[in-house]
C-alpha cells in the first residue's frame, strides 16, 4: 500500500523474475511483467479459460449421453422403441455438445416436451443455462487471481541509505537535502488518506483535561495507526506489524517569559521545563515567517524491550500572525476587536495573541508479531522472524527514530501546518485553523511516509557523493527483500500461470480420451447418431409425406370446387335457356291472340 503520486523509475524494480508478493489472502509466488505484457497474457489466457470451458462441457455432454444410453436398446433401424424418447433426447444433447448455447436451442425447441418424460430435456435445458452462468463467472472469478498487484522486485543496485554518523551541521544539511523530497512527497499524498473511514490510522477528536484560571482548555489528542509487512512492500514476514501509540497535550507552563526585540513580541519557552539544556531555550515571533510555523523537538529516548519510547515537543509560532476572522483555538486563539488599517490600506486584521501553548507529546513505536512485543532494533527476536535480515532492521530503525512526525514536520517546514499551506501572502483564517487539524495532517504525513519507508531508498538523489551509504554492498541483496509498486507492472501469479495451460491441455486429452474409451466400448454414442440421423430422415421423410397429403387434399378440394362452380353454371345456364324458351313461347302466344 505504497503511496505515490507517480510511477517508479523503471531502473528501480526488476521485471521477469520469480518473488514472493504479499496479497490480503497470503503471500505468493509471482512473476513481475510490464503492463502491456500483462494485459496481453491476460487475453491469452482468457482464451484458454474459454477452451476449458467448452472441454469441461464437452466431457460432461458425453458422460451423460453414454449414461442415458449405455442400457437402452439402440434401434439398428428407424423403428419406433419404447426407448426412443430418452434416445432422442440424448441424441439432440450431443448435438450440443460444442457449445451450451446450442444445447439450450436445441432443448427449447424439443418436440419430446409434450410426452410424459418432459423432465428430461428440461435437465438438460438447465444444465445449459448453468453451463453459461458459469461460462460468464469464470472470468470473474478466475483472472483476479491470475494478476494480483502491480509490483516487482527491487532492484539491489539502487538502495541507498544516507548515513547519519556525523552529526556536523554542514553534513546534516546536506543529509535534509536528501530527504526533504521524500517529506514532500508524503504531504503530496495526504488526499490518498480519509480519516473518518481508514481503519489503519486513527487521531482522536480532542478530550478537555481541565479548564485553566483564566479559561484556557488543556486538552489532549491521542493517536494510533498500524503499517504491515504488506504495507511496507515486504515479500516475507506476513505477520509483521509496526505499531505507533502516541499522546499529547497543550502545554502552558512552559511558557518563561514574554518579551520584545524593536517592537516586535517575542515569546520565550523552556521545553520540558529545562533550564540547564540551551537546545530546550527556544522563542517564537514573527521573525519567524509571515504565515505560522511549528517547530519539533526530540526528547528522551527510552528502549524498552516491549518497545521505543520517546518524547517529543511542538512550538507553535502564531504570535502576531494575520488573521481575516477572530480565532478561538488555543494554537490561533486571536484578539477579539479587529486591529486598525495599515499603512498601505490592506483593512482591518486580526492578530494571535501572545502566550500560545506547546505541545508535550509521547510515542511508542514497536514491531509486533503473534502478539509479541519488541523495540525497534529487535524484529529478529520475534516468534518467526529469527531470520529477519539484521540489515533491514537496520534500515528501519534509521528511518523509523525518532517518531516520524518530528522528522516529517522538521522536513516540510512552512508547508506542515494546515494552517499554512492555506494562507495568502501574510494573511490566514484564525477561524477555520486548528490544533486538531494541524496535528492530524501531521499524523497522517508520518504514516504515509513510514509505509514508504523501503521504496524512498531507491529514491533519494545521488548528487551527494560525500554521504556514504549506510548498507555495504555485500548486503545490498539481504535487504532487497521488498517490492516496489508501479502502474506500469503487472503482478502475475505463478500458480495460475502454470495451472491454467496444464489444465486446458488435460481436459483436451481427457475428452478425446473419453471419444476413444467410448469406441472402444461398441460405439453406442457413434450408434446413437446413427439412430438421430434416421430417425431425422424418417421425421424429415414423414414431413414431407404429410405436406404431400396436405397437398393432394388441396388438390382434390379445389377440383372439387371447380367441378361443383361448373356444374353451377351449367344448371345456371340450362335454366336460363328454359326460361328463354318459355319466354319465346309466351310472345308467340300474344301474337297468335291479336290476330
Not at 457449445?99 to 410424459?116: F, Q, V, Y
Request: glycine share 6%; charged share 20%.
Amino acid at each position: 500500500m505504497v503511496f505515490s503520486s507517480g510511477d517508479a523509475v523503471r531502473s528501480t524494480y526488476l521485471l521477469w523474475r520469480r518473488f514472493k508478493f504479499q496479497t490480503s489472502d497470503g503471500i505468493r509466488d509471482a512473476i513481475a511483467v510490464p503492463e502491456r505484457a500483462g494485459t496481453q497474457l491476460v487475453s491469452a489466457y482468457g482464451f484458454m479459460l474459454q477452451i476449458i470451458y467448452l472441454h469441461i462441457w464437452a466431457a460432461a455432454v458425453l458422460t451423460g449421453v453414454y449414461l442415458s444410453v449405455r442400457k437402452r436398446h439402440v434401434p439398428s433401424g428407424a423403428d419406433r422403441t419404447p426407448d426412443q424418447h430418452v434416445l432422442e433426447v440424448a441424441a439432440d444433447a450431443w448435438m450440443g455438445r460444442s457449445n451450451p448455447s446450442d444445447a439450450l436451442r436445441i432443448m427449447g425447441t424439443h418436440k419430446a416436451w409434450k410426452s410424459r418424460g418432459w423432465w428430461i430435456p428440461l435437465a438438460w435445458l438447465l444444465a445449459a443455462l448453468a453451463a453459461l452462468v458459469v461460462n460468464y463467472a469464470i472470468p470473474i472469478v478466475i483472472i483476479p487471481n491470475l494478476v494480483i498487484g502491480n509490483g516487482a522486485p527491487v532492484n539491489p543496485d539502487t538502495i541507498y541509505v544516507p548515513s547519519i554518523a556525523d552529526q556536523e551541521v554542514p553534513y546534516q544539511i546536506e543529509i535534509a537535502n536528501l530527504e526533504n523530497p521524500s517529506a514532500l512527497r508524503a504531504a503530496g499524498s495526504l488526499s490518498a488518506v480519509d480519516l473518518s473511514t481508514a481503519n489503519f490510522i486513527n487521531v482522536n477528536q480532542p478530550t478537555t483535561l481541565e479548564t485553566r484560571a483564566d479559561g484556557s482548555p488543556v486538552l489532549q489528542i491521542d493517536y494510533n495507526y498500524d503499517i504491515k509487512s504488506r504495507d511496507f512492500g515486504l515479500q516475507h514476514f506476513r505477520d509483521l506489524t509496526f505499531h505507533v501509540q502516541g499522546s499529547c497535550y497543550t502545554e502552558y507552563g512552559w511558557l518563561a517569559d514574554e518579551g520584545e526585540v524593536d517592537g516586535t513580541a517575542v515569546d520565550y519557552y523552556n521545553l520540558w521545563n529545562d533550564t540547564t539544556n540551551p537546545k530546550h531555550a527556544q522563542h517564537v515571533s514573527l521573525y519567524d515567517g509571515a504565515v505560522p510555523l511549528v517547530y519539533f523537538f526530540a526528547g528522551q529516548i527510552v528502549g524498552t524491550f516491549e518497545g521505543t519510547n520517546t518524547t517529543y515537543a511542538a512550538l507553535i509560532s502564531s504570535i502576531d500572525r494575520k488573521s481575516v476572522f477572530p480565532g478561538e483555538d488555543p494554537w490561533y486563539l486571536t484578539s477579539t476587536t479587529a486591529d486598525p488599517s495599515n499603512a498601505t490600506g490592506d483593512g482591518s486584521y486580526y492578530s494571535v495573541l501572545r502566550g500560545r501553548p506547546a505541545l508535550s507529546c509521547w510515542q511508542v513505536d514497536s514491531w509486533t508479531s503473534q502478539g509479541q512485543s519488541v523495540n525497534l532494533t529487535r524484529i529478529s527476536t520475534l516468534p518467526g522472524l529469527s531470520k529477519f535480515p539484521a540489515q533491514l532492521n537496520t534500515i528501519f530503525a534509521r528511518f523509523l527514530s525518532p517518531p516520524k512526525i518530528v522528522t516529517v514536520a522538521t522536513r516540510l517546514g512552512t508547508r506542515a501546518l494546515e494552517s499554512s499551506t492555506s494562507s495568502l501572502g501574510e494573511y490566514f483564517n484564525a477561524n477555520t485553523s486548528s490544533l486538531y487539524d494541524d496535528f492530524s495532517r501531521l499524523v497522517t504525513a508520518a504514516y504515509i511516509a513510514s509505509v514508504n519507508t523501503l521504496t524512498e531508498t531507491t529514491l533519494f538523489s545521488q548528487d551527494f557523493d560525500d554521504v556514504p551509504n549506510l548498507i555495504s554492498d555485500e548486503d545490498l541483496e539481504s535487504v532487497a527483500d521488498f517490492v516496489i509498486f508501479s502502474s506500469k507492472i503487472s503482478t502475475l501469479a505463478v500458480l495460475d500461470i502454470i495451472v491454467i495451460p496444464v489444465v486446458a491441455l488435460g481436459l483436451w486429452v481427457l475428452v478425446l480420451g473419453l471419444m476413444w474409451w467410448e469406441g472402444q466400448r461398441k460405439g453406442r454414442i457413434r450408434m446413437l447418431e446413427r439412430f438421430k440421423t434416421r430417425l431425422d430422415a424418417m421425421v424429415a421423410e414423414e414431413e414431407e409425406e404429410g405436406r404431400r397429403s396436405e397437398g393432394g387434399r388441396r388438390l382434390e378440394e379445389g377440383q372439387r370446387s371447380e367441378e361443383g362452380q361448373r356444374s353451377e353454371e351449367e344448371q345456371r345456364s340450362e335454366e336460363g335457356s328454359i326460361l328463354h324458351t318459355e319466354t319465346l313461347k309466351a310472345a308467340e302466344a300474344g301474337v297468335t291472340s291479336k290476330d
